[in-house]
């Protein structure tokens, strides 16, 4: 069975450091992979997507970057964090050919 | 902006009763999906209507679309405690891959 993994689980970072969090995808091959993010009590806003090692699209210009180094890893990077990148990201999956998206846990992200 | 927008934004019932959440979006749409989410956890996949589709049943849940309406009603039957989450509809647009779009959300609460 497929499962998805994402770490740290909560993280508090200062306004100015780096971020770095991994999502990593067992159980399947050539997923399509998204980056989310959630403000609190709203929806969730598509950061990236990936379908394909190295490949990455933008949906919202930002702070933010991410990378696909392996099949099934997929990395949101910043190298300065800012006050309003605070929030709760959310790392999903899919099929190729099914528009179903498996989540994974999340990680709460506070910068202070 | 957001495709789908839930209403109501928050809904508290009793155990037992029925739970309806409505959800509009805006442009052409492939399906419409309801996923729910745990407090603090990721998200659920519930249930995945299509464009072509009417009326699709899972369970305890109901899910409607009516696409000249642009939207989508999730009916939650006999609810329990268990049921409290938020829940949202999110839309993969016409052209849109797999994208999803998400809702702004409803929480449910439901009180024994």
């Known amino acids: 069975s497929q499962t998805i993994h994402q770490w740290p689980a909560t993280l508090v970072q200062p306004v100015g450091s780096p971020l770095s969090l991994e999502c990593t995808v067992e159980?399947?091959?050539?997923?399509?992979l998204y980056w989310y993010r959630q403000a609190a009590g709203r929806g969730l806003q598509l950061l990236f997507y990936s379908v394909g090692i190295g490949q990455i699209s933008s949906e919202v210009p930002q702070n933010l970057s991410a990378s696909r180094p392996q099949d099934r890893q997929f990395i949101l990077s910043s190298k300065k964090l800012l006050l309003s990148d605070s929030g709760f990201y959310l790392c999903?999956?899919?099929?190729?050919?099914?528009?179903?998206?498996?989540f994974g846990p999340g990680t709460r992200l506070l910068v202070l | 902006s957001q495709q789908g927008e839930e209403d109501p934004q928050a809904l508290s019932i009793q155990e037992g009763e029925n739970a309806t959440m409505n959800c509009s979006y805006k442009t052409s749409i492939n399906n419409l999906q309801w996923y729910r989410q745990n407090s603090g956890r990721g998200l659920v996949h519930l249930i995945l209507i299509r464009s072509n589709e009417r009326e699709k049943h899972s369970g305890r849940l109901r899910v409607t679309l009516d696409t000249s309406k642009k939207s989508s009603s999730l009916l939650i039957t006999a609810s329990r405690a268990a049921d409290t989450a938020s829940y949202f509809c999110a839309v993969i647009l016409t052209g849109g891959g797999n994208k999803l779009t998400f809702g702004t959300g409803t929480q449910l609460k439901v009180e024994l």
């Open positions: 159980g399947t091959s050539n997923p399509n």
């Open positions: 999903a999956w899919s099929t190729q050919l099914r528009e179903t998206q498996y």
